[in-house]
Each structure stands twice: as structure tokens, then as C-alpha cells.
């Protein structure tokens, strides 16, 4: 079990030995699901049931969750078109970018869109403006989420929608995640929403 900790990353779980299948057409944790019947060819880098916990959060404060690398296996260079969170609860959607996994590193960031340790702007987009991935290249996930009150909020995973080869998929990755203002701490508030998210079917 993971014990909430003051603005650090704490990963459950284990994808040792694993390796992430290709879906159609069917709902599977921490790979991709395609609209077509086209084997979907983005996937994810690791695969197994994570989950992350930032707490003490200010309330109406932004965080930037950077934590999903996906890659793409397939033939075709993708198109993304959009990145989102799935089961958002209590919490503000600020924005989705898109990164070169060997450029910005995975974690999390106090603020949105996050600047590096030096002060400087890293370099992030848009997903309509993020370069075609080409076969065998990694990109890396971004989320802009800001606590809607004093209440926790929670995430079940990342969802994006990319074009690659003639087809338009729709992927979901397992990524729950759970922002804890540091009022609520004290009345367990955060474990119980915590439960509540991981409980979540995608």
C-alpha cells in the first residue's frame, strides 16, 4: 500500500515481466483500444496498475501529471489529436501537451504548463501540433489538472485520440491518480477517494 506523500510520486504495483498486448475493440487496462478493427498500434511503455498520490496541495492550485509514455509499435507515423483525463472527479481539466520522451522527463509539476528546474519554458505542445510519431518513437503524456475546491480529487487514467494509417483510435491507459488538499488529510478524506478511484472500471 502507498502512503500519501507531500508532493512526491508514489507508484503501486509492478510491470516486471509483462509486456502490453495490442487490443480491438475491447476495453483492457493499459493498452490501447482502437475504434476500428485495425489493431491499435499505439501502446504503452510499461503496463500493470499504477497509482500516484500528491498531497497538501493548495486548494485552486494547478499540477502538471506527466507519468504516461507510450510508444508507437506500429508501422505508421501517428497523428495525435487530443489527450484527456478518464473519471475526472473534483478536479478542473487546465489542458492536455504532448512531449519527446527523451526531452522532458516523467513526474510531476506545481504548476501548468510546467517550467524545468532552470525557469525555462520545456518544450511541450499541443497534440495537434506535436510532430508525427514515427514506428518505434516515445512520446510522453501530459495532464493539466487543478483541485476544483477543498475537497480531493481523483482520475482513473489518460485517454487519447490519434490517427495513424487511414484509421482514428481512441486509447486508454490506467493511470490513477489522486490531487489531496492539506486540509483533508486529517480526516481521511484522501484514502477514501483514493479506494473510490482505484475501484473505477474504464
Known amino acids: 500500500m502507498c502512503s500519501l506523500a507531500t508532493i512526491a510520486l508514489a507508484a503501486c504495483g509492478s510491470s516486471a515481466g509483462r509486456r502490453p498486448t495490442l487490443a480491438t475493440n475491447t476495453t ?34 494547478d499540477v502538471t501529471i ?3 509514455v507510450v510508444t ?43 517550467r524545468g528546474l532552470d525557469g525555462r519554458a520545456l518544450p511541450l505542445y499541443e497534440p495537434r501540433a506535436f510532430r508525427a510519431l514515427r514506428s518505434g518513437d516515445s512520446a510522453l503524456l501530459l495532464l ?3 483541485l476544483a475546491g477543498t475537497t480531493p480529487g481523483t ?22 491518480t489522486l490531487l489531496c488538499p492539506g486540509n483533508a488529510n486529517s480526516r481521511g478524506d484522501c484514502a477514501t477517494a483514493l479506494a473510490d478511484a482505484r475501484a473505477v472500471k474504464d
Request: glycine share 8%; net charge positive; aromatic share 12%.
Open 28 to 61: 483492457v487496462r493499459s493498452t490501447a483500444v482502437s475504434v476500428s478493427r485495425v489493431p491499435a498500434p499505439l501502446i504503452a511503455a510499461s503496463a500493470g496498475n499504477y497509482y500516484f498520490t500528491y498531497s497538501n496541495l493548495k486548494p485552486y492550485s
Open 66 to 68: 506527466a507519468a504516461v
Open 72 to 114: 508507437n509499435r506500429g508501422h505508421d507515423p501517428i497523428s495525435f489529436l487530443s489527450t484527456t483525463p478518464v473519471a475526472l472527479r473534483n478536479l478542473r481539466f487546465v489542458g492536455g501537451r504532448i512531449a519527446d520522451a527523451h526531452l522532458v522527463s516523467p513526474g510531476t509539476y506545481r504548476a501548468f504548463p510546467p
Open 144 to 146: 493539466g489538472l487543478s
Open 155 to 176: 482520475i482513473s487514467g489518460v485517454e487519447v485520440i490519434y490517427r495513424a494509417g487511414g484509421h482514428q483510435y481512441r486509447a486508454k491507459f490506467r493511470e490513477v
